[in-house]
Structure formats: structure tokens, C-alpha cells
């Protein structure tokens, strides 16, 4: 059964970066890809990017283009996404999803990293 | 703004069916995109619900369908129950957007 698991909860500046990881199990790294989902409070969710392992390559939304940084371990079965420049507005909850090659839908999800922007 | 426009809210007794929509455009549903629905329970992430179109997951009741045609798709939920009670997300992939996009979400409520 393929299980992601994420890190915890995050307290964060204005300005400043959060970095959210997401291990996978129960599935071979080689045969999917990993989606950033965020929603903020109320809000429906928000895909920001995602990445293919196997390759190395990460395909980012416009609209995060300039601060988020999406990474994976395949060692580790690991994927890491970073966020820089942070504000007020970038707080929310946080998931990975797996993708697969030639399809677009989501499942699993991660349980979800909340971050809180706050000074 | 959502790019998949859903209704807000949508509500029924148990036992009722009821139906939310979701309608893109001519970069993603109406460009034979597939469409994916998602549950969300209160205080949980979103799970699985129906893929492509009108696929459900093993494990998913057939209560739940799906289906689509030209620019919208539909999420149908018959014999409501109790357990129903969540927000449902529509998603699909947009090819000016390049990436996946979603629905702004639909609160089913059962009277």
C-alpha cells in the first residue's frame, strides 16, 4: 500500500523559506511522480508543481515559478519542496500527492504540513 | 478564482441524490482533459474519489459516479447518507496553465 508521509508542522517569518519533505513507501520511487498541492484556510486546493523522479525533473506553476523549489531523493524515496520569499498569504496546509506517468490524477495524498506565516 | 467552477453548496435528505457540477473551458475539460473528483472530510486531506471521467477507486461505493461531456463534468451521489457530508473537488490539467487545476469545491450537506 503506497503511504506518503510528511514532516510537521511549521512556524515561519515573513521573508523567509520553509522547506516541507514527503517519504514515500510501499511503491518504487522509478514509477511515479510527486504534486504539491497547498490549500489555505477556506480555499479550494492549489497545485504548485510536481516532479519526476527518475528524471530529475520538476515542472513548477507559473504563478511559483520564482520561489518554489520542488527536489527528490531517490535514495531516500524522499521529495522535498522548498518555498522562499515567504508571506502572510502563503499560509496553509501543504500536501504531496502522487502522480503517475501519463495520467493526472492524485492518490495518495500525504497528511498535510501545515504552515503558519507570522511574525 | 478556480479555473473549474463548482456551486458552493449543495444539499439533500438522506436518501436523495444530488448532483454538483464542475465546468472548465477549451484548455482543459473542453480539450478532452480528464476529469478527477475528490472527497475531503472535515480536518482530513482530499481522497480519491472518482479518476478519469467516471472511475472509482476500489473501495469507493457506487454511490458515487461521474461523467462528462463537452466543457463540464458531474459528480452524482445517490441514496445520500450521513457520511457524505464533506467538500468535493474537481480537477483536471490545463494546457495554457500547463499543470493541473482545481475546483474551488462543493459543501454537500445532508438535511
Known amino acids: 500500500q503506497v503511504q506518503l508521509v510528511q514532516s510537521g508542522a511549521e512556524v515561519k517569518k515573513p521573508g523567509s523559506s520553509v522547506k516541507v519533505s514527503c517519504k514515500a513507501s510501499?511503491?518504487?520511487?522509478?514509477?511515479?511522480?510527486i504534486s504539491w498541492v497547498r490549500q489555505a484556510p477556506g480555499q479550494g486546493p492549489e497545485w504548485m508543481g510536481e516532479?519526476?523522479?527518475?528524471?530529475?525533473?520538476?515542472n513548477c506553476a507559473q504563478k511559483f515559478q520564482d520561489r518554489v523549489t520542488i527536489t527528490a531523493d531517490e535514495s531516500t524515496r524522499t521529495a522535498y519542496m522548498e518555498l522562499s520569499s515567504l508571506k502572510y498569504e502563503d499560509t496553509a496546509v501543504y500536501y504531496c500527492?502522487?502522480?503517475?506517468?501519463?495520467?493526472?490524477?492524485?492518490?495518495?495524498w500525504g497528511q498535510g504540513t501545515l504552515v503558519t506565516v507570522s511574525s | 478564482q478556480s479555473v473549474l467552477t463548482q456551486p458552493p453548496s449543495v444539499s439533500g435528505a438522506p436518501g436523495q441524490r444530488v448532483t454538483i457540477s464542475c465546468t472548465g473551458s477549451?484548455?482543459?475539460?473542453?480539450?478532452?482533459?480528464?476529469v478527477h473528483w475528490y472527497q475531503q472530510l472535515p480536518g482530513t486531506g482530499p481522497k480519491l474519489l472518482i479518476y478519469?471521467?467516471?472511475n472509482r477507486p476500489s473501495g469507493v461505493p457506487d454511490r458515487f459516479s461521474g461523467s462528462k461531456s463537452g466543457t463540464s463534468a458531474s459528480l452524482a451521489i445517490s441514496g445520500l447518507q450521513a457520511e457524505d457530508e464533506a467538500d468535493y473537488y474537481c480537477?483536471?490539467?490545463?494546457?495554457?496553465?500547463?499543470?493541473?487545476?482545481f475546483g474551488i469545491g462543493t459543501k454537500v450537506t445532508v438535511l
Open positions: 478519469a471521467n467516471r
Open positions: 477549451s484548455s482543459n475539460i473542453g480539450a478532452d482533459y480528464d
Open positions: 510501499g511503491v518504487t520511487f522509478n514509477s511515479l511522480t
Open positions: 480537477q483536471s490539467y490545463d494546457s495554457n496553465l500547463r499543470g493541473y487545476v
Open positions: 500527492a502522487r502522480g503517475r506517468l501519463a495520467v493526472n490524477w492524485l492518490d495518495p
Open positions: 516532479i519526476i523522479p527518475v528524471s530529475e525533473t520538476a
